[in-house]
């Protein structure tokens, strides 16, 4: 953090600016569907950043451009001063060490074969790691409200819940600097949610994160987020601190989402 005039100033730690994206669809007749319109937002050092929008709003899309898994039609993406649309793969694979993505159905990301503690290690000797970092496993479990003795099981032993668990402690193993989550509640029930809650604080108290998080859950995002960004058809409406956001909301579309939530 640098103080600025006086005045402490947060550093973005991602930069998305002017990001369009759009597809070709119809095999005779070719029609571009356009997916993200001119998204442009930071996301601040340390900060945890909700995502929000119905289904189809381009959430996913936006994650996918920045974690470079699908191209974009034009606009930067800046992680730490450096253009990740610019970088060559050797030096992507670098950047994604740093920025790691819990996908919406992680469960098929671990092999069924492997017991999950070598799922666990699986990432520690791929990155190849110092061996020293198996001993956080324990510590990891514990954060994420995971019994020790699911170690020695299977990926079929374990519930939907457990799973995505386990799957972000793969992740936080790595110690990403930006955790990107897309939908982690999409196959939880609503009292998993609450454990979500108390495990996203569990993180922060203990790794130095930045999260993009991103769900159709307004009442998750209120309880974890410093931010919301609200998307719409492709577009990014506002993006507000989160007691702004519910208190004044600037766009139509905002105040029928926070009323839909209030009603519910
Ligand atoms: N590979 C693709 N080809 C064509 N259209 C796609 C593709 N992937 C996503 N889309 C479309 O992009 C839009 C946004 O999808 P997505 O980013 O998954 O939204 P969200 O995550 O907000 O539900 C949807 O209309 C979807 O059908
Ligand atoms: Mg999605």
Same mark, same amino acid.
């Given at each position: 953090?640098?103080?600025?005039?006086?005045?402490?100033?947060?550093?973005?730690?991602?930069?998305?600016?002017?990001?369009?994206? %759009?597809?070709?669809?119809?095999? +005779?007749?070719?029609?571009?569907?356009?997916?993200?319109?001119? +998204?442009?937002?930071?996301?601040?050092?340390?900060?945890?950043?909700?995502?929000?929008?119905?289904?189809?709003?381009?959430?996913?899309?936006?994650?996918?451009? +920045?974690?470079?898994?699908?191209?974009?039609?034009?606009?930067?993406?800046?992680?730490?001063?450096?253009?990740?649309?610019?970088? %060559?793969?050797?030096?992507?694979?670098?950047?994604?060490?740093?920025?790691?993505?819990?996908?919406?159905?992680?469960?098929?990301?671990?092999?069924?074969?492997?017991?999950?503690?070598? %799922?666990?290690? #699986?990432?520690?000797?791929?990155?190849?790691?110092? #061996?020293?970092?198996?001993?956080?496993?324990?510590?990891?479990?514990?954060?994420?409200?995971?019994?020790?003795?699911?170690?020695?099981?299977?990926?079929?032993?374990?519930?939907?819940?457990?799973?995505?668990?386990?799957?972000?402690?793969?992740?936080?193993?790595?110690?990403?600097?930006?955790?990107?989550?897309?939908?982690?509640?999409?196959?939880?029930?609503?009292?998993?949610?609450?454990?979500?809650?108390?495990?996203?604080?569990?993180?922060?108290? #203990?790794?130095?994160?930045?999260?993009?998080?991103? %769900?159709?859950?307004?009442?998750?995002?209120?309880?974890?987020?410093?931010?919301?960004?609200?998307? #719409?058809?492709?577009?990014?409406?506002?993006?507000?601190?989160?007691?702004?956001?519910?208190?004044?909301?600037?766009?139509?579309?905002?105040?029928?989402? +926070?009323?839909?939530?209030?009603?519910?």
């Amino acid at each position: 953090m640098s103080v600025v005039g006086g005045m402490f100033r947060k550093m973005a730690i991602l930069s998305v600016k002017h990001v369009c994206k %759009s597809y070709k669809t119809g095999l +005779i007749k070719k029609k571009t569907k356009i997916i993200l319109q001119d +998204i442009t937002f930071d996301v601040q050092e340390g900060e945890v950043l909700g995502l929000t929008g119905a289904s189809g709003s381009g959430k996913s899309t936006l994650i996918r451009c +920045i974690m470079r898994l699908t191209p974009v039609d034009s606009g930067t993406i800046i992680m730490d001063g450096t253009d990740l649309l610019q970088l %060559s793969p050797t030096d992507l694979r670098q950047s994604r060490k740093v920025m790691q993505m819990l996908f919406q159905n992680p469960a098929s990301a671990l092999n069924p074969r492997k017991t999950i503690r070598e %799922s666990l290690a #699986e990432p520690i000797l791929i990155h190849q790691l110092p #061996e020293a970092t198996l001993k956080e496993i324990p510590g990891i479990l514990d954060m994420l409200q995971l019994k020790k003795d699911l170690l020695d099981r299977y990926p079929h032993q374990l519930s939907g819940g457990e799973l995505q668990r386990i799957c972000l402690g793969r992740l936080l193993l790595l110690r990403p600097r930006l955790l990107l989550l897309d939908e982690p509640t999409s196959m939880l029930d609503v009292s998993v949610q609450a454990q979500i809650i108390e495990i996203m604080r569990n993180i922060r108290k #203990e790794y130095p994160i930045t999260v993009l998080f991103v %769900s159709h859950d307004l009442a998750l995002l209120k309880a974890v987020c410093d931010r919301i960004g609200v998307m #719409e058809q492709g577009k990014l409406l506002e993006l507000q601190p989160v007691e702004e956001l519910f208190q004044h909301p600037s766009e139509q579309y905002t105040r029928d989402l +926070i009323r839909a939530f209030n009603d519910f």
